[in-house]
């Protein structure tokens, strides 16, 4: 019988892929890689009034496990594992038509600390057109190891409050958490 090349030639492809396969698949370390993640938490739509401030809060609670109740004077040491980054986070507010009010803010958190961004909105001289609805979105971006998912320790919230007297007319949750690719 007469040997064809076209056959030994898909014998040794076939062998060839299988070999390529089975070195792709196996096991590696990976356990010193770090990867950047971001996330983005959203505020719902929230109207201000003149001589009224929006406060958008962000804070790095650590991640290292509360106290247990039983040990009050007992706290925990941080994590060993966990990289030293900071949480870097960027805070803007939006108008109703998805227009950036004012500036960014961009910020490091290291773990307990915290930040705060303002907007006033002043009280009207004469006949003003009083503010629209407004929104506000905190990126938080940070370093993790490989296999740990974040959302992190960076927490936002969101504050309506009187300028003048500093009460809170309201104070809010991130509406949406998700991840900076768009995922939830």
Avoid at 94 to 102: I, T
Avoid at 139 to 157: D, L, N, V
Wanted: net charge negative; with cysteine; glycine share 8%.
């Amino acid at each position: 019988m007469p040997t064809r090349p076209y056959v030994w030639g898909g014998l040794a492809a076939a062998i060839l892929a299988a070999t390529l396969s089975l070195a792709w698949a196996s096991p590696q370390d990976r356990s010193d890689r770090t990867f950047t993640h971001r996330w983005v938490q959203e505020f719902g739509m929230v109207t201000p009034s003149h001589g009224q401030t929006l406060r958008l809060h962000v804070v790095n609670l650590g991640l290292a496990a509360p106290p247990e109740p039983d040990a009050p004077g007992e706290v925990p040491p941080p994590d060993p594992d966990v990289p030293p980054d900071p949480c870097r986070v960027t805070l803007v507010f939006y108008d109703s038509a998805g227009e950036v009010l004012g500036f960014l803010k961009n910020q490091e958190l290291r773990t307990g600390k915290a930040t705060l961004f303002d907007h006033n909105f002043e009280l009207p001289t004469t006949n003003a057109v009083p503010p629209g609805p407004c929104r506000a979105t905190v990126w938080i971006t940070q370093t993790s190891r490989h296999r740990e998912i974040p959302p992190g320790p960076c927490k936002a919230t969101l504050e309506l409050l009187d300028t003048t007297s500093g009460r809170t007319a309201v104070h809010m949750p991130p509406a949406v958490e998700r991840r900076g690719d768009g995922r939830q």
